[in-house]
């Protein structure tokens, strides 16, 4: 089983839509988790950070299932500009997952 | 923005080529790291360094030589790639190794082509 792993997606979703993405982790010694954003040649930034059992920063929303291992992002009211690859990573490990692409179109 | 920079941003050499990439970090950071993108596969760790010391050597081939002179600055030394090491190189920092709340910075990478 791989450390880290996401939906490749695509998730081809309208301008408003709700999405949600989920990311298995199979170390469960990891203490913390986070998701970054990658736009197409460029590097990872980072998005949100997910500790205990959630973050929320405006339309982003990130929880985190230690019993079933897996952190999730839903990403309320998408926009044009959120179409990019999500990548998950466990910190405990520094391992990323192979990332979810989404394009939101008009 | 410019907390981690990296040169080359591209780069194109031959297989018999030596060639070095640089990376270096403004925040201050303790922790350092080298990563591998290829097209549609997750993000590789290959090398991580703490206080300019190797902790990790995640079964990288010897022809990647990493060095470390100072918690600012981490080199990537390559010597007779291979077509198959093309990639996007990332260099990342964050402040502590092995802490919590520790997120890493990326830098913009250098894109590597091995005829």
């Known amino acids: 089983r791989k450390e880290v792993e996401q939906d490749p997606g695509p998730f081809n979703v309208p301008e408003g839509a709700t999405v949600a993405f989920n990311c298995t982790y199979s170390?469960?010694?990891?203490?913390?988790f986070f998701w970054y954003r990658q736009d197409c040649r460029k590097e990872p930034k980072l998005l949100m950070s997910?500790?205990?059992s959630g973050n929320e920063d405006g339309r982003f929303t990130a929880q985190l299932n230690r019993a079933s291992q897996y952190i999730s992002l839903l990403i309320r009211d998408s926009k044009l500009s959120d179409s990019a690859t999500y990548l998950c990573?466990?910190?405990?490990?520094?391992?990323f997952g192979a990332g979810t692409r989404l394009t939101v179109k008009p | 923005e410019t907390g981690v920079t990296q040169t080359p941003r591209h780069l194109v050499m031959g297989m018999t080529n030596k060639k070095s990439l640089k990376c270096e970090q403004h925040l201050g950071h303790n922790a350092m790291y080298w990563y591998k993108q290829s097209a549609k596969k997750p993000l590789e760790l290959m090398f991580v360094?703490?206080?300019?010391?190797?902790?990790e050597n995640n079964s990288v081939p010897s022809r990647f030589s990493p060095e470390c002179p100072n918690s600012s600055h981490l080199f990537l030394h390559l010597h007779t790639l291979q077509p198959e090491d093309s990639a996007l190189y990332l260099c990342?920092?964050?402040?502590?190794?092995?802490?919590?709340?520790?997120?890493?910075?990326f830098g913009p990478g250098t894109r590597l082509t091995v005829l």
């Open positions: 170390n469960s010694a990891s203490q913390s």
């Open positions: 990573a466990a910190r405990r490990d520094m391992r």
């Open positions: 997910v500790y205990s």
């Open positions: 990342a920092s964050s402040p502590i190794l092995y802490r919590g709340a520790n997120e890493q910075f």
């Open positions: 360094y703490s206080l300019e010391e190797r902790v």
